[in-house]
């Protein structure tokens, strides 16, 4: 009786010393946290400050292959690590004896989202756990616009941390796809990223970049309202021994535009050579010509190289001034 009291009473004690000894305590719910592709985030971990340190074990949920930081020894063990995580994973040693075992990600990238486990574990069994919730967002795509110098425009889409097989197409007004360039890939500030471009000869619309990932099917679109061609504008110019100089401006027409005045009769007049220069992000053309006899009707016609798109304005003078416009093709 005496042995058998003795037997079960060293099995309650072994029971209950490991029960003391190896607790694991995991967070009820983990911390979440949110950053954008291509930044830098700092995931939390703590631990009661004591003098010997824990081996402090940060893992991923969905890592096939060793960890993201493994400390242990007063010292990081590379040789687990995985290699998805190197030379973008950290602790801030400095500040471990305060108990803080804080996770510091660079370069984060939109497959770094998951599920990441802090486990502290010190000599005598003793471990805690925290549970991490990392959500990484890509930006939307940037599009970015160069005029030509025939007139029209390029737009150039970006889409940064989406992946080498990001998918990109420009969409006109009316939603069908635009023809463009082959697609550039690139792996600037450590984020795969993937450029494409669209040439327009015809501003007046309205155009949308549509990025797509083609593992999660994840789509954003960014739209951009191309300025319409305006027609052209003519300025008067008041001179001291009488008489008008008028200049038109063609805005947005491309520097081949061609600025052509007419006498109310629609002969040409002798004008000076044109002038180029980009004004407001669109390439421009100005030209001048001289009146002596003010009373007459005169017509600045602006023409495109590449389409023969015609505009036509008209201005009446002497007394007041009177701007009429007028669009046509020819």
Known sequence: MCLRALLLAAVLFCSESSVHISPEKVNVSPVKVNVSAGGIVILPCSFPPKDVFPTVEWSKED?????????R???EDLEMKSPLYASRTNLFLEHLKS?????????????????YRCMRMWNNGQQNITKVELFVAVPDPKISVMPLKEGGFTLECEATCWGSDAKINFLDENGKNLSADDPKKGYPRGCYTVQRRVTLQEAASRVTCR????DTNETRETQIQLPAVPDPKISVILLKEGGFTL????TCWGLDAKITFLDENRKNLSADDPKKNVSRGCYTVQRRVTLQEAASRVT???????TNETRETQIQLPGKLILLTCTCCQ
């Open 63 to 71: 890592l096939k292959k060793g960890f993201v930081f493994l400390f």
């Open 99 to 115: 108990g803080n075992a804080s996770l510091r990600i660079s370069n984060v990238q939109p497959a770094d989202t998951g599920t």
């Open 247 to 250: 200049e038109c401006e063609a």
């Open 300 to 306: 600045c016609r602006v023409q495109r190289a590449d």
């Open 211 to 214: 990025v797509q990932r083609a």
């Open 73 to 75: 020894d007063n010292r």
